[in-house]
């Protein structure tokens, strides 16, 4: 990038020097003629110094402005900020998904816990004897360690779930930025998936069990 850009402008510099020289052998007259005495100086010799000069700066600035915004132009293209913008927001789809997957799985989960406690309390209430008393407390008790392995499982399944979706999105978000090895892949039958694909995948990595 840096001798892309010093060597653009190197040429506008260069450019300059041309106008610059130029305009100062079209001075060179006007200056003589202003050196020869007083009565030999006129408007059109002052005009026509002044008028160098501003065609000098000008012809500078605009050689200057236009090699800076070509070499802008041809980094912005390799850059590809437009890939960049669809991949960061595959990233956050991702993201989001996961958050969501796992508020759903504590709700659940939370769910589960207070159906068990309740009905604990309401076998509580038919107990006649120790023995019931028992019986109600081990069913509690199973019924918290079923919602434990329950909430247990899903967190494993979505903490799988993670490191594929995040190498789906780095495979697609370089899929994406190549154009060629898209285009290829496209002349062979072969669809390539992207980052919004991968996106919906990590949304549900089991294939659509909630």
């Not at 406690?117 to 019924?143: F, H």
């Not at 909430?151 to 154009?179: C, M, R, Y």
């Amino acid at each position: 990038m840096q001798s892309d850009f010093i060597a653009q402008w190197g040429k506008a510099n260069q450019d300059a020097m041309g106008v610059f020289f130029k305009s100062l052998a079209q001075a060179v007259p006007a200056m003589n003629q202003a050196n020869t005495g007083p009565a030999a100086v006129t408007a059109d010799s002052w005009k026509t110094l002044v008028r160098n000069h501003m065609e000098q700066a000008a012809g500078f600035s605009a050689d200057k402005n236009a090699a800076v915004n070509a070499a802008w132009r041809h980094r912005r293209d390799q850059l590809d900020f437009g890939a960049s913008a669809v991949a960061l927001q595959g990233l956050a789809d991702i993201q989001i998904n996961l958050i969501s997957r796992l508020v759903e799985s504590h709700v659940q989960n939370i769910r589960a816990v207070t159906e068990v406690s309740a009905q604990y309390l309401q076998n509580l209430a038919l107990t006649r004897d120790g023995n019931d008393i028992m019986m109600a407390l081990g069913q509690c008790v199973s019924g918290l360690e079923a919602a434990a392995k329950s909430n247990a499982i899903e967190g494993v399944g979505i903490a799988n779930g993670i490191k594929p979706a995040l190498t789906q999105w780095l495979q697609a978000s370089v899929s994406e930025a190549s154009g060629g090895e898209t285009a290829a892949a496209g002349q062979n039958g072969n669809s390539q998936e992207t980052v919004a694909d991968v996106a919906k995948k990590a949304a549900n990595p089991r294939g659509g069990r909630k």
